[in-house]
């Protein structure tokens, strides 16, 4: 009992410090870029519903390509998942190798997996050729085993990948990990050498940069409500007018409204949450991950965490799958990375913060055309470079351009128990919480 409320006293003390905002945003060098649309016209090429990653990577290709488009956002340009992310550019896919594989059959498992390489790729190809400057690097990502038995899995998967998919990685052994991760919680690891960083903040401030030089009107604070067809063109009614457009584009992940209904009822918006410490001792920060890799664990409910600007340690996690109050999630977190990094113990948190990230059933992305709807989005939380690829090739099928893409053709399930509202989300939290706790 006494530990407990010693607990509550040191918590106390670090939240005196503590601010509920997003971290990445105070980084930038300058107030956010302002967004000042001139009126709306009554008609465009094309609509774009959201204003994260996919839906302004969609507008951008799309302006390029000489439509006119209006990006429509419920809220605030790149407030959701796209700038509360952990700006890690992952390779591959939520699914495992042997999941992969399993599920699709050698063949259609490589076409599937290689677009996650290839999202990569892509970013990073067109950062440069955009000249966005985003903190992009390949510092690679580490793969960390939770329990022993998970060191076989990794065992595997490392073979499968280099001779299914030809992905060569690197296999850490229990004595040879605090090379790579200063935790006593891990018994091994698989490093991707090609995964990247970035901060989310500047990519989404960069693209609306160029954007805002490319004619593309963004409209804020504009939720879209109702959309009808009439005479060859779709009519978007909001609160401040109707748009009509040629194409719509629907580009809102773990944000989709209610009244999208095919694509809410296979979307599940799952809360993640995150914290960052404040700037630690240089020399204690390279100690926790001396390779400055984005690191995740094996866990079903997993902790995701890398080094931000140097010094400071972000660390994210699934605390919970029902209503949760974000100062509640941060307490919890907080103790959850003194676990994986006992070292950490007398350093405080100084932001923190929650998002909606995108689910599946199938825990698979998906793109496609819906009752003439383009969509995107289900990244599992791969969406940094998923997103913004998958918005190049949504521009290319809104315009008619043949797009080959495996992704196109999967189905995309739901289930008959998902109507409204997902309020399975706690009873699955419950269940991957006990199997952690059991495994381990």
């Keep these: 009992m006494s530990l407990i409320f010693s607990r509550r006293r040191e918590w106390k003390a670090h939240s005196e410090i503590m601010k509920n905002r997003i971290y990445w945003p105070e980084t930038l060098s300058g107030p956010p870029l302002p967004i000042k649309p001139d009126p709306l016209a009554d008609t465009y090429d094309i609509a774009v519903i959201g204003g994260g990653l996919t839906g302004l990577s969609a507008a951008c290709h799309l302006a390029l390509k000489g439509c006119s488009v209006v990006v429509l956002e419920a809220s605030r340009v790149g407030q959701g998942a796209s700038s509360r992310n952990a700006g890690m550019a992952m390779t591959g896919l939520t699914l495992f190798p042997q999941e992969l594989i399993a599920r699709y059959g050698h063949e259609r498992a490589l076409g599937l997996y290689c677009i996650g390489t290839a999202a990569v790729d892509f970013l990073e190809a067109w950062i440069h050729n955009e000249k966005i400057d985003c903190d992009f690097k390949r510092y690679g990502a580490l793969c960390a085993a939770y329990t022993r038995r998970h060191v076989k899995d990794l065992v595997n998967a490392r073979r499968l990948l280099l001779d299914t998919f030809g992905h060569e990685t690197l296999l850490v052994e229990p004595k040879d990990l605090s090379a790579e991760l200063g935790s006593p919680l891990y018994h091994g690891a698989l490093v991707d050498p090609i995964s990247a960083g970035l901060n989310p903040a500047k990519l989404v ?18 939720p879209v409500q109702r959309i009808s067809q009439s005479n060859h063109y779709f009519k978007l009614e909001t609160p401040r007018g109707t748009v009509r457009a040629e194409s719509v584009i629907v580009a809102t992940n773990g944000y989709t409204p209610a009244w999208l209904k095919f694509l809410r009822r296979r979307v599940i918006p799952v809360a993640s949450f995150i914290v960052v410490t404040e700037p630690l001792p240089l020399e204690l920060a390279r100690e926790l991950i001396p390779q400055g890799r984005m ?43 003194q676990e994986v990094f006992p070292q950490l113990k007398p350093y405080r948190v100084e932001y923190y913060w929650s998002g909606k990230l995108g689910f599946t059933f199938d825990r698979m992305p998906h793109i496609g055309q819906q009752a003439g709807l383009y969509y995107a989005l289900g ?22 351009e043949p797009v080959d893409l495996p992704f196109i053709d999967l189905p995309f399930p739901t289930r008959f128990y998902y109507r409204k509202t ?19």
Excluded: Q
């Design 205 to 222: 401030h960069g693209i609306l940069k160029r954007i805002s030089e490319t004619g593309v009107c963004v409209s804020e604070e504009r």
């Design 295 to 337: 690191v995740y664990d094996t866990k079903h409910l997993l902790y995701y965490f890398r080094r931000v600007d140097g010094n400071r340690l972000l660390f994210g996690g699934r605390v919970s799958f029902g209503k949760t109050d974000d100062r509640i999630a941060a307490a919890k977190l907080h103790n959850d990375m």
């Design 379 to 400: 990244y599992c939380g791969h969406g940094v470079a998923l997103s913004v690829y998958f918005g190049y090739m949504l521009a290319r099928m809104a315009v008619g």
């Design 422 to 440: 997902p309020w399975f989300l706690p009873l699955a939290g419950a269940f991957y919480k006990a199997i952690d706790r059991l495994g381990r």
